[in-house]
């Protein structure tokens, strides 16, 4: 019994052994195998692997896919015009030589994203200071990115070479600092209700000059139909006169007979109107009686 144990306990230790000294590198790392702190070994191609068991060797792994670093503060830059800016970036990167990186730098990401940080945000900075905030915003910016760009490079790769690789450096926002953005905002408003009160006064002069035009052409309209109207008015009063004067020209007993009833017409208008007159001598009553002597018949042509 004590013998299956024995050998149970054997073979429990050469298979703890074997772990220790087999290691397997995925595709997306580099394998650093240190003995007694040195570098003895990188490993850049995947697979299963063997190195002494711990203390001898051991065995620590950098990440080799492209990397993301993001801008970690909002600290101002000041421009070529002394215009204090927030700018947001961010830098695509990558380790390529892991025993550079390793010596020169840390032992995992986090120490070079650190670094490279610090090497960015100065690289940035350098640059705004020549540039003007219009040249930032719109007219130069790929312009500086290529500048920051190769002045990261050329930090990272100088006496002792990081052993890393930065391709890309792009700005995500440029902004002014707060207390400059309310200013300028508050520019912009005002100016934009400058504008509109601008375009409201114009446009009322505009209304003022329509309606006073319209105005006009309607006193022009209606005295033009006026005067047409009075003018037809006393052509047609022409024409009615001449035709009363015809008519009345052939019989005027006829034409007093046919006054006299506008005469009683208009008298007796109203139910409420009097008219005292002597009945022997008037002809108004004379007709009402029927005297065919006061008025004659109108004469058969």
């Known amino acids: 019994m004590n013998r299956i144990g024995l050998i149970g306990a054997s073979m429990v230790a050469v298979l703890a052994l074997l772990s220790s000294m087999l290691f397997v590198v995925d595709q997306r790392q580099f394998g650093v195998v240190y ?20 203390p001898f060797q051991n065995v ?20 070529a015009e002394k215009q204090r800016m927030v700018i947001d970036w961010y830098v695509r990167w990558r380790i390529t030589e892991p025993t550079q990186y390793i010596r020169n730098v840390g032992l995992d990401e986090n120490a070079g994203a650190m670094q490279l940080n610090r090497v960015v945000r100065n690289a940035f900075q350098e640059e705004i200071n020549k540039r003007t905030v219009k040249e930032i915003l ?3 910016r790929e312009a500086l990115t290529a500048d920051v760009k190769r002045e990261v490079l050329a930090a990272v790769g100088g006496a002792n070479p990081w052993g890393v690789d930065v391709v890309d450096v792009r ?15 508050r520019r912009m408003q005002a100016e934009r209700t400058r504008v509109a009160n601008e375009l409201r006064s114009t446009g ?11 105005d006009r052409q309607r006193e022009v309209t209606i005295a033009n139909a006026y005067r047409e109207a009075q003018k037809v008015k006393g052509e047609g009063d022409a024409q009615a006169a001449g035709i009363y004067a015809e ?17 009683y017409k208009a008298s007796f208008a109203k139910k409420s ?16 009686r029927g005297d065919a002597g006061a008025v004659a018949a109108p004469a058969k042509k």
């Open 273 to 288: 109107d009097v008219m005292v007159l002597d009945p022997a001598s008037s002809e108004f009553f004379k007709v009402l």
């Open 204 to 214: 009322a002069a505009e209304g003022e000059k329509i309606r006073a035009d319209a």
């Open 60 to 79: 620590s792994y950098i990440d080799k896919r492209l990397l993301t670093l993001d801008s970690a503060d909002a600290e101002p830059m000041l421009t």
């Open 138 to 140: 719109s007219l130069k």
């Open 35 to 54: 003995a007694l702190g040195q570098i003895k070994e990188v490993i850049t191609e995947p697979g299963l692997n063997v190195k002494l068991p711990p």
């Open 171 to 185: 700005i995500t926002r440029a902004d002014y600092v707060d207390a400059i953005t309310e200013s300028v905002y």
């Open 247 to 263: 008519a009345f020209g052939r019989d005027p007993k006829f034409a007093q007979f046919y006054r006299s009833l506008d005469a």
